[in-house]
């Protein structure tokens, strides 16, 4: 992919990927608060029929890869590869921002070729992870750096291991997956923590400060596995589910009550916010409290 094509990508849709928006939209522009430095009075503009950017208050401007050159601090043959691998994700888009593309989930095994398997160390893994909210120690006992290459197209992500060998892959620009499978760690417990997302399971043991979790614990990386589990969860004495809070997790727990011995629904504790990733990277309350609410009353 070239430069040329890249910067047909719309700016406008590119901003709202990272959930920054017009204070002001005209219409055919947009002006907004600069993402890259301080910026009180929404001074940087988007020229949506052109595609092109400036900011008044930098006197800086140009295309979306010059953008995203400012925005991430990095060359401009790394912002290609950042930009290949988010359009890769993306079957199809406008080039004229009608339509905001939304993350693909790669669902082919054959898709993704995995060159290379490595302990966490790519600055820009690393900065994501820190987004997240993270514990950079934490991630990198259960995660590893994939290279891997889609079409013949080289990229990296974090990924994490599933039970049929194959791994979720995490960037900030890509959501994929080399097979579809659950991730247990199991020791003969008698109770369960059972997390939606790879990301979710990390979230905790970072809000505890936890290498592992001192029960046993299963993420799905699908709530597609959950029927392929339900049989053991059934055996443990309680199962403690950290679901997304949406219409799907919801239906979840209520399939769960029907089938294990003790369903607790963590969601309850954050109630505010999408999952328990979300509610860690925005909490406002004291460590201390967040930890005490998580598995109140019982070993989790």
Not at 2 to 8: E, G, Q, V
Not at 259 to 266: A, G, N, T, Y
Request: hydrophobic share 30%; glycine share 6%; proline share 4%.
């Amino acid at each position: 992919m070239d430069a040329k094509t890249i910067n047909m990508f719309p700016i406008r849709e590119y901003l709202a990927g990272l959930n920054i928006h017009p204070a002001k939209d005209r219409g055919y522009y947009g002006m907004y608060h600069s993402p890259y430095r301080e910026d009180n009075n929404a001074s940087m503009k988007v020229d949506y029929n052109k595609n092109l950017w400036i900011d008044y208050g930098s006197n800086e401007g140009g295309t979306l890869i010059d953008l995203v050159m400012r925005i991430e601090n990095c060359s401009n043959g790394e912002t290609m590869r950042l930009l290949e691998q988010r359009l890769s994700g993306v079957p199809s888009f406008s080039f004229h921002g009608n339509n905001t593309p939304e993350r693909k989930e790669a669902k082919s095994e054959s898709t993704i070729r995995i060159n290379g398997v490595a302990p966490l160390s790519s600055p820009l893994l690393m900065d994501y992870l820190r987004e997240r909210k993270i514990n950079i120690d934490i991630a990198r006992l259960h995660c590893k750096e994939i290279n891997y290459s889609v079409n013949d197209k080289p990229y990296f992500a974090i990924g994490f291991k599933n039970d049929a060998g194959g791994y979720e892959l995490r960037s900030k620009y890509f959501k994929g997956c080399t097979s579809k499978d659950i991730t247990s760690h199991t020791s003969g417990q008698n109770s369960c923590q059972l997390f939606e997302g790879f990301m979710d399971y990390l979230s905790f043991l970072t809000m505890k400060n936890r290498q592992h979790s001192p029960v046993d614990a299963i993420v799905l990386n699908s709530l597609a596995n959950l029927p392929k589990i339900e049989n053991t969860l059934a055996g443990y004495k309680s199962v403690a589910l950290f679901l997304d809070n949406d219409e799907a997790g919801k239906r979840a727990v209520q399939s769960l009550r029907s089938v294990c011995k003790e369903v607790i629904d963590q969601s309850a504790h954050y109630t505010e916010h999408k999952d328990l990733n979300d509610y860690l990277c925005n909490r406002s309350v004291p460590k201390q409290a967040v930890v005490k609410k998580l598995g109140r009353g019982r070993k989790m």
